[in-house]
């Protein structure tokens, strides 16, 4: 559904002769609707003149099976940006690309490469009248290519609004309070899309104009975008690949927050998701109506218009917290219909997807000495009897633990999280990112390597 919302369309093919032919969001004089889809996905802009010379190569299809083969290609990847061929996106390959239309780099490629060939021609074609006027062909080439340029740096440039870096840069009043409160755990964001919109199209009229500052105020929501410059753990993500497990996590915690004119409403489903994800506080650009969560922080933003809430979720349970039983979920409706029992408590129930060894454990263990950086976590843990902790970070391949030196299995826990099984006394448990991938990676990279100083010591 999203990847056909933002359809690359025919008329968007305009945007190869004019980057700002339909609007220019920099002036917010760009809206985002069905027709138009994302400025950004849709805009292969390149300069003009590597299209004309990719149309003079264009004369020599008969002649050139290089330049055949190309302009096949180019044809393929942009029926395929169009959408029709969407049998493909499913495929290897072709499910990569976060939308249909990402493949227009590699249609702007080939185009490039089009113009090298016409270009070839074109100085091929000019070369006697170059002689004549003393003018080398090199430097007729290297003219074309800075004229080339220069269209790109005077046309695109101004679209970029510039100020004080200072001021993008320099720490919000929210992340302040947060910083000094957060600990590990994390903080959820509402309404900060809708509030960005707001101040782009009525306050600041995009990010080039005199008002442009008022978006500075924007900083506050603390979107999962623009917060990686505050570094204050966020549950959401702005990724354009999202793993299942997260993107089925966000969709439904976000089926329980119903944002209302005036006010957001938290339902008790989306209230305990939040728990289960280390989320402590939350942002928010309206005030929630929620038992579970206090307001803690208030903040307005005069200059845009803008009224920033924080509230503090009571039922916060960690980073990392023992339970003492659990329910086995092997679908999605299963957990969905567990989440929304009154009999679920987070706090004493895991969802698990696999078989664990026993029924009960623990729910007196005790978590010290939590250390953690971006591929480590570490923690000792002390308890008089068999224990089940939640690890409230994302579970994903490549993630290893292990208890005293001795690896232990990772459970998927909650769809998301991570679970491990402590015998009882005191340990040290690790929890380290070391992917196979990475060391397959690691020694094809060292092997090509070693090919290419072979290669060139050969000519040398």
Known sequence: EYVTWIKFKIHHLAYYLDPFIFADPSTARYALNRFEGLFWENNGYMGVLPLVFAFFALKFINKSKKILFFFGLIIFWLLFSLGWMFFLYGMPLFSSFRVPQRSLFIINLFIAILAGFGMEKIMEFCSNTLKRLRIPVNFAASSLVLILFSNLYFLLTPYNGVLEAGKWLKEPETASFLKEKLGEGRIYSIGWEEDWKRVYYNESK?????????????????????????????????????????????????????????????????????????????????????????????????????????????????????????????????????????????????????????????????????????????????????????????????????????????????????????????????????????????????????????????FF
Request: aromatic fraction near 10%; proline fraction near 5%.
């Open 206 to 458: 995009g990010w080039r104009s005199e008002k442009a500052e008022k978006l500075l105020a924007t900083r506050a929501l603390l979107n999962p975008n623009g917060n990686m410059v505050y570094s204050i753990p966020s549950a959401d993500g702005y990724a354009g690949r999202l793993t299942k497990r997260f993107n089925f996590l966000n969709e439904e915690i976000s089926k329980g927050i119903l944002e209302e004119k005036d006010i957001v409403k938290v339902s008790t489903s989306s209230g305990k998701l939040l728990s289960m994800q280390g989320v402590k506080y939350i942002v928010s650009t309206k005030p929630i109506n929620s038992d579970q969560f206090k307001k803690v922080y208030d903040y307005i933003e005069e200059k845009s218009k803008s009224h920033f809430w924080i509230y503090e979720n009571s039922e916060y349970l960690g980073r990392v917290y023992p339970v003492t039983g659990y329910n086995l979920v092997l679908s999605d409706s299963v957990f969905e219909k567990t989440l929304s029992s009154d009999e679920f408590n987070p706090k004493t129930t895991a969802l698990v997807e696999t078989v664990v060894p026993q029924a009960s454990f623990s729910g007196q263990v005790k978590i010290s000495g939590l250390e953690s950086k971006n591929s480590h976590l570490k923690f000792n843990t002390s308890s008089p009897d068999t224990g089940f902790l939640v690890i409230a970070d994302s579970f994903y391949p490549g993630w290893k633990a292990d208890i005293d030196g001795n690896k232990t299995s990772i459970l998927p826990v909650n769809i998301n999280s991570r679970g491990i099984i402590v015998p009882p006394g005191e340990h040290k448990v690790t929890l380290s990112y070391a992917p196979e991938s990475l060391k397959k990676g690691g020694f094809i990279s060292l092997a090509g390597l070693i090919f290419l100083i072979g290669l060139v010591s050969k």
